[in-house]
């Protein structure tokens, strides 16, 4: 029987009110996506949220930790710096006041007060993080993710449940964690990773650093100069390897001249807790008699690795290099679509700073800009004292290159500040093509290196001479007139020395 009139306008009446609505529920489900989600609010991750969101994409950051900051700003870079910079002022109040004209009768440290000094600013800072989310509207989500998919992550949550969140394009920021030795348990009390040297509640009598990097370098100069009798003990022929060959053999003599010992090319067989001290085997890495030492606690610091186990990533394919890390391209994309990842979970320096501009320049690119970041141009610093600061190429990289260059010294004991401070000991070192006089590389040895080295950050960025810092005026007296000396040492004089 042919449908009426009346019955078809209904019918069709009927189906537009069903295709509406299917394309509202349709278009709801989408809009209760994410745009970006971030898993990880390490230094990298969480400024790739607030970065995300200044763009107007809809952001969510997922942390497991249940505190914002990541390794840096919870067991890293600022409770290590609130420590470094407490047990220096202590050794400046013992050993130092008393050539200023300050003379105290005793000197005592607290180090319960000391540990929460360092706590309060973790905790501040912390909470600024949280509170620049609510500002710039990113979703915060506590739990660790696991991806599901290319756009959708599994989170656990504190409480014992789970949720989905969805993105259309996941990035990941979960950084690095501790590297183990063979044959070594860290149980953070007597063989402690850099985050139980952070929370040790007494000064151990002896302290030995395995590994002269960064991160052992800094604490063992953070519990030295409180007392501890400290020996490094390093695999290798040098510390830092990564530093100035020139620099670093004057910043090792710094460093022994403060107490601190040097055990190199020594390799760690095992470490024995079950006595009442710690016993160290250790033999030349090149292999031959082994030895004992003793030590109160034990400071595992051979180096980071990428944070990227358990994360399901194998599930999706997601090509990774034998050290676990993310390949990546320009534009921090993985080789699995809508899969990009940042900061220590990808090739390039394992620094935070390094992290921050990943993640800047990576949102970019998903919200069709441009990023951009030149690993050559990263600044690397030792938080010691004094301060050890580089950026661009080291002496030994220049001639392995092959170019011809030119080199320009200056030494602080020629600094006016420095000398009326009493605070003089260091150098500022520069590199110069030398036919184009175009610096290729700055390392500075000195108190607030890591101040002064982004006058340099900046030169080498916009690929300035050495001239040009020699002839830009700086103020006088300060540090920074080192820099300008050392500049005009390059490509002709210096006026001081």
Not at 108 to 113: K, M, N
Not at 336 to 358: F, Q, S, T
Not at 435 to 454: C, F, Q, R, W, Y
Request: charged share 25%.
């Amino acid at each position: 029987m042919a449908m009426s009139t009346i019955t078809r306008r209904k019918s069709i009446t009927l189906s537009r009110t069903t295709l509406v609505t299917s394309f509202c529920r349709r278009f709801s489900a989408a809009s209760d996506d994410n745009d970006v989600v971030i898993v990880g609010g390490g230094p990298g991750g969480y400024v790739a949220a607030i970065k995300a969101a200044q763009l107007g994409l809809k952001t969510t950051c997922i942390e497991k930790r249940g505190a914002l900051g990541g390794t840096c700003l919870n067991v890293g870079c600022i409770p290590s710096k609130a420590l470094l910079h407490s047990s220096h002022m202590y050794h400046e109040a013992k050993h130092a006041f008393a050539n200023h004209g300050v003379k105290c009768s005793s000197v005592e440290i607290d180090v319960a007060a000391m540990m929460a000094q360092k706590d309060k600013a973790v905790s501040n800072l912390t909470r600024g993080i949280e509170g620049l989310f609510k500002k710039n509207k990113v979703n915060y989500v506590k739990g660790y993710g696991k991806f599901l998919s290319p756009s959708e992550v599994s989170v656990d949550t504190p409480e014992g449940g789970s949720t989905v969140v969805k993105g259309k394009h996941i990035i990941v920021a979960t950084g690095s964690d501790v590297k183990s030795l063979p044959g070594i348990e860290i149980d953070e009390k007597t063989i402690v990773s850099s985050t139980g040297a952070l929370a040790l509640t007494e000064i151990p009598k002896r302290l030995v650093v395995i590994g002269a990097g960064y991160i052992g370098l800094e604490m063992g100069s953070v519990w030295g100069r409180l007392g501890s009798e400290v020996t490094v003990v390093e695999f290798g022929p040098e510390i830092v390897p990564t530093m100035d060959g020139e620099v670093r053999k004057q910043f090792q003599r710094s460093l022994e001249k403060q107490g601190m010992k040097f055990k190199l090319k020594t390799k760690v067989v095992s470490v024995d807790t079950s006595g009442d001290v710690a016993k160290l085997t250790l033999e030349p890495s090149a292999g031959g008699e082994q030895t004992t030492f003793e030590a109160d606690v034990v400071l595992v610091s051979a180096g980071r690795v990428p944070f990227t186990a358990g994360l399901g990533l194998d599930k999706l394919g997601v090509e990774m290099d034998k050290l676990g890390r993310i390949l990546v391209n320009e534009r921090f994309a993985s080789n699995v679509p809508g899969v990009y990842a940042i900061g220590d979970v990808i090739p390039g320096p394992m620094l935070a700073h390094k992290a921050e501009e990943d993640g800047v320049a990576c949102v970019e690119f998903i919200a069709g800009k441009h990023g951009h970041v030149d690993y050559d141009l990263v600044p690397g610093v030792v938080y010691t004292h004094p301060e050890v600061a580089s950026v661009g190429k080291t002496e030994e990289q220049v001639k392995t290159l092959g170019v011809e260059y030119r080199v320009g010294k200056f030494p602080f004991m020629a600094n006016s500040r420095a000398k009326a401070i009493d605070n003089a000991e260091g150098l500022v070192k520069i590199l110069a093509e030398k036919e184009t006089d175009k610096i290729l590389g700055v390392h500075i040895m000195s108190p607030n290196a890591g101040e002064l080295i982004h006058e340099a950050v900046l030169a080498l960025h916009y690929g300035a001479s050495s001239e040009d810092i020699a002839r830009t005026c700086h103020a006088h007296p300060t540090m920074s007139e080192a820099v300008k000396e050392a500049a005009m040492a390059t490509y002709d004089k210096p006026i001081h020395i």
